[in-house]
């Protein structure tokens, strides 16, 4: 079944995001990942089969994974420890939800790259920077940096978030905030991606989102799902132009070849197309943690 939409009654709707519904749970937060997919800020009218418990353990892996390194916030994934009043939705919970622990989060995109792509390659090939740090001239689209940068992003409440400059995210959100969210931001990309090339994966470049729960600073939201990041098969890589990928990129190259302007509505996705996608997401799940969805 694909789930493009909860319906939790007598919930209340906190938010229902490109991909995530979220609900009130007393003083908690309940975290629904959905099969909804977007490219181009436009929500397709075609659910992905299985992408919403490929990114929901997915993200949970991370955590895991993480956990020594920065505190998060979740509380618990398992739908049998849920309050009463979640337990009539079990059905549509399990495998996709997460009741995590209301955070304040900070409204930065932060952005590791360790490739040069996507608007860091469109960006380079104009000035030879990325969000103001100037790269070695000669780099080719998909080259691997010398060192992974830190590369911040506003968070738009539509459209495309907006590559900002180190100092401009200090202007906004001060130089011990940020130097923190850096250094943290690129000691977690550097230990996930060393740990993904063992297992056969390049992670290309990723985003993070922090908050601080009781004045401690945590990892929230999602972590280095194919949604939030370029994942590339290592045996196939070949810089000078785009690569092969297991995440939404497919569906994007899809819609560009379509006579489509990039504004709603979004044109439904063939079949085929669709469970090739949920292929390559649960491609990726299994090589990253050795097991099946």
């Keep these: 079944m694909v789930l493009t939409e909860t319906n939790l009654p007598g919930l209340k709707l906190r938010a229902r995001g490109k991909v995530r519904d979220i609900y009130e749970v007393g003083d908690h937060l309940l975290l629904v990942t959905t099969d909804r997919i977007s490219a181009f800020d436009c929500i397709l009218p075609t659910g992905i089969p299985r992408k919403g418990e490929v990114l929901n353990r997915t993200s949970l892996f991370w955590f895991g994974f993480l956990k020594d390194t920065i505190e998060n916030h979740i509380i618990t994934a398992d739908v049998a420890e849920y309050p009463p009043e979640l337990q009539p939705f079990a059905g ?28 860091g390659w469109k960006e380079y090939q104009s000035t030879g920077e990325v969000c103001g740090i100037a790269l070695p001239s000669g780099l080719l689209e998909s080259s691997r940096l010398p060192e992974p940068i830190f590369t911040p992003a506003t968070k738009a409440e539509s459209g495309h978030d907006i590559n900002i400059s180190f100092e401009q995210a200090v202007e906004s959100f001060g130089s011990a905030l940020v130097s923190r969210l850096r250094d943290l931001t690129l000691g977690i990309y550097q230990k996930a991606a060393a740990y993904a090339e063992t297992r056969g994966i390049i992670i290309a470049d990723t985003k993070f989102e922090f908050g601080f729960i009781n004045g401690r600073l945590v990892l929230a939201d999602e972590v280095l799902t194919p949604d939030s990041s370029r994942f590339w098969p290592q045996d196939r890589y070949n810089p000078g132009g785009p690569q092969p990928s297991y995440d939404k990129q497919f569906v994007r190259d899809y819609l560009e070849s379509l006579h489509w302007n990039k504004t709603p509505p979004a044109p439904v996705l063939p079949e085929d197309v669709a469970q090739r996608t949920s292929e390559k997401y649960q491609q990726a799940y299994r090589l990253l943690t050795g097991q099946s969805i």
């Design 92 to 119: 549509q919970l399990r495998g996709r939800s997460v009741l995590v622990k209301k955070a304040d989060m900070i409204q930065l995109e932060c952005v590791a790259r360790g490739y040069l792509s996507g608007s």
